[in-house]
């Protein structure tokens, strides 16, 4: 079999037996100081989201298959879907049942670049602070944005919610069409360089496998 990148959440998470990975925003920020004792601060990049992955011990056979599955991204250069498994459903549909086969989309954005309004929702259909999102938008190839509401919000009788503030702010392209990911929101991520850690086995013959990955914005 010939892998095809980014690889799918079934081709890598969901194989790999997580036990934590919990995301962060990695902010690229320069700081000075001021002869008044002031301090300025300014935003270099855009911010990334990042996450520190932790795998459950495994026993030295499964260990290996899972080094040769992550072996398969060359390092830092494949990608792959990643989701904060805290955040893989909203809070008030802890299984997705309650969103079923709804196919949300971005019905339009903020002027201020961090705030969105979603429509093609349930009825009633309640997110909360801290819940997560993805968007997919353009193509070849197709970008992906992940984001995690400021504020709860619920979608009103037509299934359209009111705008409503997120972080981080919106990239460039994002537009109304959009397509919602609210289960297992995902981001394109790799594995930032030098951080894969695999343990020599302990005396129950288990390994212990960690790394960072890293977001990126196109595969």
Same mark, same amino acid.
């Given at each position: 079999?010939?892998?095809?990148?980014?690889?799918?959440?079934?081709?890598?998470?969901?194989?790999?037996?997580?036990?934590?990975?919990?995301?962060?925003?990695?902010?690229?920020?320069?700081?000075?100081?001021?002869?008044?004792?002031?301090? +300025?601060?300014?935003? %270099?990049?855009?911010? $990334?989201?990042?996450? *520190?992955?932790?795998? =459950? /011990?495994?026993?030295?056979? &499964? #260990?290996?298959?899972?080094?040769?599955?992550?072996?398969? +991204?060359?390092?830092? %250069?494949?990608?792959? $879907?990643?989701?904060? *498994?805290?955040?893989? =459903? /909203?809070?008030?549909?802890? &299984? #997705?049942?309650?969103?079923?086969?709804?196919?949300?989309?971005?019905?339009?954005?903020?002027?201020?670049?961090?705030?969105?309004?979603?429509?093609?929702?349930?009825?009633?259909?309640?997110?909360?602070?801290?819940?997560?999102?993805?968007?997919?938008?353009?193509?070849?190839?197709?970008?992906?944005?992940?984001?995690?509401?400021?504020?709860?919000?619920?979608?009103?009788?037509?299934?359209?919610?009111?705008?409503?503030?997120?972080?981080?702010?919106?990239?460039?392209?994002?537009?109304?069409?959009?397509?919602?990911?609210?289960?297992?929101?995902?981001?394109?991520?790799?594995?930032?360089?030098?951080?894969?850690?695999?343990?020599?086995?302990?005396?129950?013959?288990?390994?212990?496998?960690?790394?960072?990955?890293?977001?990126?914005?196109?595969?």
């Amino acid at each position: 079999m010939a892998y095809s990148f980014p690889l799918s959440l079934a081709e890598f998470q969901d194989i790999i037996n997580v036990a934590a990975a919990p995301f962060r925003l990695q902010r690229s920020e320069e700081y000075s100081g001021l002869s008044s004792g002031q301090i +300025l601060a300014d935003e %270099m990049a855009p911010p $990334l989201w990042s996450a *520190p992955v932790r795998l =459950f /011990p495994a026993f030295h056979d &499964d #260990g290996l298959e899972t080094q040769a599955l992550i072996d398969t +991204l060359d390092g830092s %250069m494949q990608s792959f $879907l990643f989701y904060d *498994p805290r955040a893989a =459903f /909203p809070r008030h549909d802890p &299984d #997705g049942t309650l969103l079923g086969a709804a196919t949300p989309t971005v019905h339009s954005l903020g002027a201020d670049n961090k705030s969105i309004r979603i429509e093609g929702l349930p009825a009633g259909y309640r997110l909360s602070r801290g819940d997560m999102f993805a968007l997919r938008y353009g193509a070849d190839p197709e970008r992906r944005s992940l984001h995690r509401l400021s504020v709860p919000v619920e979608a009103g009788g037509t299934g359209q919610t009111p705008l409503f503030e997120f972080r981080p702010h919106l990239e460039t392209g994002a537009a109304a069409g959009a397509a919602v990911e609210l289960i297992k929101p995902a981001a394109y991520m790799r594995i930032m360089p030098g951080s894969l850690s695999v343990s020599e086995a302990d005396d129950f013959g288990t390994v212990s496998i960690a790394f960072t990955a890293i977001q990126r914005l196109v595969p």
